[in-house]
């Protein structure tokens, strides 16, 4: 596994980086235990104090992280940056309500006299978080952020195009006034997630990331006999029903798939569109789409960024070709994008009927999937209609209307009238093959600690 900077825009390798050691990781597990031994006894208002110190660093260098965003997996600058500001906002969160969270519960017992029982909520260990590409900074900052106002350590490993990215998480921890060995970004190989989850001072992974490597890393966790919380893929439907504002649907819809380059797992994938309104719906979307200009990423005026890497873009193209041997038509509808970097051009795709197991993939670019439905079930059928159960969004004027339909439809995530973006004070997690489990807010925090119960019982109580 080659650890690697390689800018997507140019294709240029900038520079590489060894795998860990066997010996760097066992270093690094003894010292995260012992870390964690003091961490696990510190005062909330302290462990709130480096969570405020960290955001504080990450607003003052904006441009510094955005920057290495922008360079190791391509995102545009403006959305680098509001992926920093994010982070710290999430940084904030558990600095405000940690201490809230975790707060000890009294619980309803049926005969008081017999016992006064509590629950409390206890750090359990380190914590080993491995995490994808496509967010090189929010994806980290929603484990480490939880994890460490909770009082568990973390261990990253984090994406192989990412090192550098990897390597300014650690610093900022360091530079915010984390205690040494708390979190520590490795470059692990293939072997260290065994050697990892099978070490008894390890509590559990936290994955983010592609079916397959989340169904290898459980796997691994399971038979270790350790927790794992899986953050996987998303096919998210975007129903815009017969009552919607077209105009903005469509502004939200041509946003909703391709920001970050349609490289998120909660990008609007499958659009389903009601009968009555498709066909304008659809000129408006195209005419959306064709108006995204692709370019160097830190240019302001770019709105479609490169993909993350050649093989992204291979990968892409070869599942369209897959896609229409099974039937599917695409036709191009962004502009055509330049030969230098790791562009993918604006796709549609239509032709996903009941037949067409394309229906069922999840296209991590921009390739925009479109069902047009007869009314308000079949738009429900078809949103179910998927191994997926990420997010989702519902468009229409009628907001009870819209949670009706959304209670109906089999995710962990829908939001009405606006395209599923994630915030610093929302949970985040889906059903089926999206994994299980959830990030942010009390979810989030509460996934790797013991709850436990202490019961006072008067010793004269009955049997």
């Known amino acids: ?15 590489t980086f060894p795998e860990a050691t066997d010996q760097e990781v066992q270093t690094a597990l003894s010292e995260a235990h012992a870390a964690f031994e003091k961490w696990r ?12 110190a960290a955001a504080a660093i ?32 999430i940084f904030e969160y558990y600095a405000k309500y940690s201490e809230e969270l975790l707060k000890p519960e009294s619980l309803p017992v049926a005969d008081p006299a017999t016992g006064k029982a509590t629950l409390v909520h206890e750090p359990l260990g380190i914590v080993f978080a491995v995490e994808p590409w496509n967010f090189p900074f929010y994806q980290v900052v929603r484990i480490i952020a939880p994890q460490l106002s909770a009082g568990n350590a973390v261990l990253l490993k984090h994406a192989s195009n990412l090192p550098q990215c990897a390597a300014s998480c650690e610093d900022l921890m360091i530079e915010a006034g984390l205690p040494k060995g708390l979190f520590r970004n490795l470059y692990t190989a293939r072997s260290h997630t065994a050697m990892i989850l099978e070490d008894p001072r390890v509590c559990g992974v936290a994955l983010t990331g592609s079916e397959g490597a989340g169904s290898i890393i459980a796997g691994v966790a399971g038979k270790a006999l350790k927790k794992s919380m899986m953050e996987l893929g998303g096919a998210d439907a975007f129903i815009v029903l017969d009552d919607a504002d077209v105009e903005k649907a ?26 009555a309104i498709y066909d304008r719906f659809l000129d408006l979307y195209k005419k959306g789409v064709a108006e995204l200009k692709a370019g160097d990423p830190m240019d302001p005026s770019t709105t479609l960024a490169p993909l993350c890497s050649r093989a992204a873009v291979e990968d892409l193209h070869r599942q369209v070709e897959e896609a229409i041997k099974h039937g599917a038509k695409v036709e191009a509808i962004g502009q055509e994008v330049p030969e230098k970097g790791t562009f993918f051009r604006p796709l549609l795709m239509t032709g996903l009927d009941g037949e067409n197991a394309a229906r069922h993939w999840e296209f991590f670019g921009p390739v925009t999937q479109l069902y047009r439905a007869k009314d308000e079930a079949d738009a429900i059928r078809i949103a179910n209609d998927s191994p997926y159960g990420l997010g989702g969004a519902v468009f229409t004027k009628d907001e009870a209307r819209g949670a009706r339909v959304a209670t109906k439809i089999h995710t962990g995530m829908v939001n009405i009238n606006h395209p599923l973006i994630p915030k610093a004070d929302l949970p985040f997690g889906g059903v089926k093959r999206s994994g299980f489990g959830r990030e942010l807010v009390g979810l989030g925090i509460k996934e790797f600690v013991n709850h436990k119960l202490i019961n006072i019982v008067d010793i004269d109580a009955p049997a």
């Open 1 to 15: 596994m080659a650890y690697a900077t390689t800018n997507p825009y140019t294709e240029e390798v900038l520079a």
């Open 250 to 275: 469509v502004k939200w819809a041509v946003m909703g798939r391709h920001w970050n380059a349609g490289q998120v797992c909660v990008s609007a994938k499958r659009l389903i569109v009601a009968d």
């Open 41 to 52: 006894d510190t005062s909330f208002a302290e462990r709130a104090r480096i969570m405020n």
């Open 58 to 89: 990450l607003r003052r260098d904006i441009d510094k992280y955005a920057r290495l965003g922008t360079l190791e997996m391509g995102k545009t600058f403006a959305e680098s940056k509001a992926e920093v500001i994010l982070s710290a906002e």
